[in-house]
């Protein structure tokens, strides 16, 4: 169980029964829940169902922004209304602003999917926070992530960026007070409210980050092709007609 505060797993990509039960039993308030190429609309929606009086879950998007050669992710918490993936950073960052999000940056400088410090720089007054530690990251992920955050003097936030179960939980960050919904620990985000970061130790947290880095393999192989290949225009694509054409200007293809 966890101490005094208000717990928050930052970053998941799973929700279901069995993960809200295994968030309560590590102690969590909450779950920031951000799966891919899903519409917000439809993220709320899940968010809902599995929130109760003991934990809420808050819908949030991980957003892909440039090409499938050249993506940069950002996570943004507190939408009012869906971006698609697949626009430029530029654009991407210039309606995270307009919707005053929470803009957090995840697994910065991780393989070839992340802001670098050049960019973490361009974009220093629109970021809130860096992420220096998650459950994917190796030891060398992690000391370039607090050496990005330090020489940006960007605010930082870690997670267990659960794609498993098992995952959930194995890192989270600490509050002072409790948030009554997304738009709130948004704008506790943005403030940069005091938070205090927390992981497990020890052979089995570190059996489970092994589990999780492997499920990268998968991620970018049959679960790429599949996406890119045999599925029709993804429901996040700014083609899809759900966006009405709106982002037609910033979008990369």
Do not use: C
Not at 13 to 23: F, G, M, T
Not at 79 to 92: A, K, M, R, S
Request: glycine residues 6%; hydrophobic residues 40%.
């Amino acid at each position: 169980m966890t101490s005094e505060g208000f717990h928050v797993d930052l970053h998941v990509k799973v929700l279901d029964e069995s993960v809200v039960q295994r968030a309560k039993e590590r102690g969590l308030d909450a779950l920031v829940y951000a799966p891919h190429f899903t519409r917000l609309s439809d993220i709320r929606a899940r968010a809902e169902r599995f929130s109760d009086a003991d934990l809420q879950v808050y819908p949030a998007r991980e957003l892909f922004t440039g090409t499938w050669q050249r993506r940069r992710h950002l996570l943004a918490v507190g939408l009012d209304e869906q971006v698609p993936d697949f626009l430029t950073l530029d654009g991407t960052m210039a309606e995270l602003r307009r919707q005053e999000a929470a803009v957090l940056v995840p697994h910065p400088g991780f393989l070839s999917v992340s802001l670098g410090l050049s960019e973490l720089e361009t974009y220093r007054n629109t970021i809130d926070a860096v992420e220096t530690y998650n459950t994917k990251f190796l030891p060398h992920h992690t000391r370039r992530a607090r050496r990005f955050a330090r020489e940006t003097d960007l605010p930082t936030f870690a997670s267990s960026y659960a794609h498993r179960t098992g995952s959930i939980g194995e890192v989270h960050v600490s509050f002072d007070r409790s948030f009554d919904d997304a738009e709130a620990f948004a704008a506790a985000l943005r403030d940069d409210e005091p938070r205090r970061i927390v992981h497990r130790d020890g052979v089995v947290h570190t059996g489970r980050r092994m589990l999780e880095f492997a499920h990268l393999g998968y991620e970018n192989s049959w679960e790429k092709f599949d996406r890119v290949m045999l599925q029709g225009t993804a429901p996040t694509h700014p083609d899809h007609v759900a966006y009405g054409g709106q982002f037609d200007d910033v979008k990369v293809y």
